[in-house]
C-alpha cells in the first residue's frame, strides 16, 4: 500500500471541491481517483424522505469513473463554491487503517464560523494510494 501524507491528501480531496478551474479540477480528479472509481453518496435527507413516501426504504447516489466523478464535483463547486460564500474544509481526523482513510469535513461560510453542513469521508484506496471507493455520508 502506498505512503500518503494523510493531512496533504485529506486536504487535496476537499480542495478539488473548491477548485475553480476546470483543468485543475480534471486534472485533479484523474490524480486521486482510480479511472473506474466508485462515490457511493448517502442521499440528503430530502431525497431520503421524498423515496419513503413512495416505499422506497435506502436511497444511494453513485458516481463511477472519472467523467461521472468530475460532473459530480463540478455541480458541486457550481452550487456550493462558486456562488463565493461559503467553501467545503476539512475538519482535521484524518485516520487511516490498512486502506481505509476517514475524516469530516464541513461547508463554512469565508465569512462565519459555524458550519452550514457537512459530513464524512470513508476512502478505501487502490494499491497505488488513489481512491478506489468514496463512501461519502451528509451531516454533522
Avoid at 422506497?56 to 458541486?76: K, P
Wanted: proline share 4%.
Amino acid at each position: 500500500m502506498a505512503d500518503i501524507d494523510l493531512d496533504a491528501f485529506a486536504h487535496r480531496y476537499i480542495q478539488v471541491w473548491n477548485e475553480p478551474d476546470a483543468g485543475t479540477r480534471r486534472k485533479t480528479v484523474e490524480e486521486l481517483w482510480t479511472e473506474d472509481a466508485l462515490q457511493v453518496l448517502q442521499a440528503p435527507e430530502a431525497i431520503r424522505e421524498a423515496a419513503q413516501k413512495v416505499g422506497m426504504r435506502n436511497v444511494v447516489l453513485e458516481a463511477r469513473g472519472h467523467d461521472a466523478l468530475e460532473f459530480r464535483v463540478r455541480t458541486a463547486y457550481e452550487e456550493f463554491v462558486a456562488p463565493g460564500a461559503a467553501d467545503f474544509r476539512v475538519r482535521g481526523d484524518v485516520q487511516r487503517l490498512h486502506d481505509i482513510v476517514r475524516f469530516s469535513w464541513v461547508w463554512m461560510p469565508l465569512a462565519g464560523d459555524e458550519p452550514q453542513g457537512g459530513g464524512l469521508q470513508v476512502l478505501a484506496l487502490a494499491p497505488d494510494g488513489r481512491i478506489a471507493t468514496d463512501y461519502q455520508f451528509i451531516g454533522l
